[in-house]
């Protein structure tokens, strides 16, 4: 059986895509810095603890990270998957982000995505794994405000590629670029207020509807599937065309 790590795992895409793994035949390693998430993680998904790990893990610290692969394989036995989902925004003016601010999201979102691969890449390769980054079509275009978090997922999806060149052909690794996903029924219990979209959400977007986390997750098995092997380097825009389409006021 094979293994799979997903960091932010305890709400959002990560906890619907941990349900996907699961349901295809994956034992699934939660790394997550929110410790509520993760109790209501655990709570929710006791049916299937046996094929599940539970981690308390902040990807912005290395020694964090080392520990929780250590666990994983402790525990497993073996990597075959890397997603590097656990991620933040702080939206804030430019004259009022704060440098700690910066740090903190660039930290959580670029450089954790680093570390995570750094320090599970030699299981990875023992498995001919594979590595997903989730980044954003953020790295592409911007609302305003979103300076720290648009920086990391651009930087992420250049750290993509130098991923997939330098540890190939033993780890493949690509990227997922989400649009709208609608996570707002998703979160920890205290954040978790279903979102009241209108009409004109789903209708500005060419596909029709607003994201929804099972998309992403769909995505996800597919670029870990062996049978995909020759996909690596690339990112997939998953957002119901939105970055194909002029918009004109």
């Known amino acids: 059986m094979k293994t799979a790590i997903i960091t932010g795992g305890g ?5 619907v895509a941990t349900q996907y793994l699961l349901t295809h035949g994956y034992r699934v390693a939660i790394w997550e810095a929110d410790t509520d998430a993760l109790a209501e993680l655990r709570e929710a998904f006791k049916a299937s603890s046996a094929q599940l790990l539970f981690v308390s893990c902040d990807v912005s610290h290395e020694a964090n990270v080392r520990k929780a692969a250590e666990q994983t394989i402790s525990h497993f036995g073996q990597i075959d998957a890397l997603i590097n989902n656990a991620a933040m925004m702080i939206e804030r003016s430019l004259d009022k982000l704060t440098l700690e601010e910066w740090n903190r999201v660039i930290s959580t979102n670029l ?10 890449a030699t299981y990875l390769a023992a498995q001919k794994g594979t590595i997903i980054n989730m980044c954003s079509t953020r790295a592409f275009q911007s609302e305003p405000d979103t300076f720290a978090y648009s920086a990391s997922k651009g930087g992420l999806l250049a750290l993509t590629h130098s991923l997939a060149v330098s540890l190939g052909p033993d780890i493949r690794v690509n990227a997922i670029s989400p649009g709208w996903i609608d996570v707002s029924a998703l979160r920890k219990k205290a954040k978790a207020k279903p979102d009241d979209l209108r ?9 029709g509807r607003v994201g929804q986390a099972d998309d992403i997750a769909r995505m996800i098995l597919f670029l870990i599937a062996p049978e995909n092997g020759f996909i690596t380097g690339q990112n997939f825009t998953v957002d119901g065309g939105m970055t194909s389409k002029m918009i004109y006021i």
């Open 111 to 120: 450089t954790g995505a680093f570390l995570c691969a750094k320090h599970t």
């Open 11 to 15: 709400q959002g895409i990560g906890r």
């Open 199 to 207: 009409p004109e959400d789903h209708t500005q977007h060419p596909a």
